[in-house]
């Protein structure tokens, strides 16, 4: 055991909602970040190891079988090992067999070895509606949403507007978390789902750091020397549709380390020397208004 803890990003959603393709994202524009990814994937052959286009990874692959079912035998295995050799990389990315639920494997963000990160859970535009209504599988499909802290709308270039949304009526049947959707290569995955802030510096900086780009804005906000209480407060009250925010807060207790992931708030403590930073927010394009007020709201009240 290195004492390091490392984030733990889950990655699920039913057969073919893009898990991979989302994957091979996040490890093209990685920032140096080093991420060890497991896939599982279902059948005989691990077909999606294979998918995995990035070399640069430390790719760690799980012999077969659904991971939320089979916790005992080799996930279990993995993550010892892992929590082992946290000194290898920065970040773990478990890729869900498109039948497993989030949910558990998720819980082992709280394990030694690991810090929890995002549970995203991929949605298709062009199969969601037909797959909740499936007397087969809707079940899994809604109790897989159930578990995200971020939906991600996928294949949206698939359907046209009317499409979209009603994809988008379908999900939020099944959970309040925000819904993220764009151009699949354009979202800003590292900064949604890499755990660090990004920059230490000042504020320029971090906002230079995650441009905005089509379909999403983004804010750095400062919020340093305030109570911590009062930053959880105000972040209680975000616009609803913020995918993501974070930062090293320099509150009056001390540098709290803040995480926002969709609809999951966390606050930890951060060691007394850490470089603080402006909080940085990713929201998409139309909650742009929403949230100046918001963050008008927390200056008027400074
Ligand atoms: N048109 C379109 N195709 C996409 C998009 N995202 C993924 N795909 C395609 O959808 C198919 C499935 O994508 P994968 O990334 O393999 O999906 P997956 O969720 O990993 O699939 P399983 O692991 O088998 O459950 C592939 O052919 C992708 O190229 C998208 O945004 N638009
Ligand atoms: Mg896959």
Known sequence: MTGRRVPLTVIGGYLGVGKTTLVNRLLSATNGTRYAVLVNDLGAVNVDAELLESTGADRIVLSNGCLCCSLADGLTEVMFDLADRTDEFDHVVIELSGVGLPGPVARWGRAPGFVPGTTLVLAAADSVVDRLADPLVGDTVRRQLADADLVVL????????????????????????????????????????????????????????????????????????????????????????VWRAKGVVGAAEGPHIVQVVGRRIEISTAPESAATTPLVVIAPDEVGDALDQWIDRWTAGR
């Open 154 to 241: 996928t294949r949206t270039d698939l359907v046209d507007t009317a499409g979209a949304a009603v994809a988008r009526a379908a999900i939020a049947t099944t959970t309040d978390a925000p819904i993220a959707a764009g151009p699949s290569a354009e979202l800003p995955w590292s900064a949604i789902v890499e755990a660090a802030p990004p920059g230490v510096g000042a504020g320029s900086e971090v906002s230079d750091h995650v441009p905005a780009g089509p379909g999403f804005t983004t804010r750095a906000i400062d919020v340093s020397g305030a109570g911590i209480d009062d930053v959880r407060a105000w972040l209680e009250v975000r616009p609803a549709d």
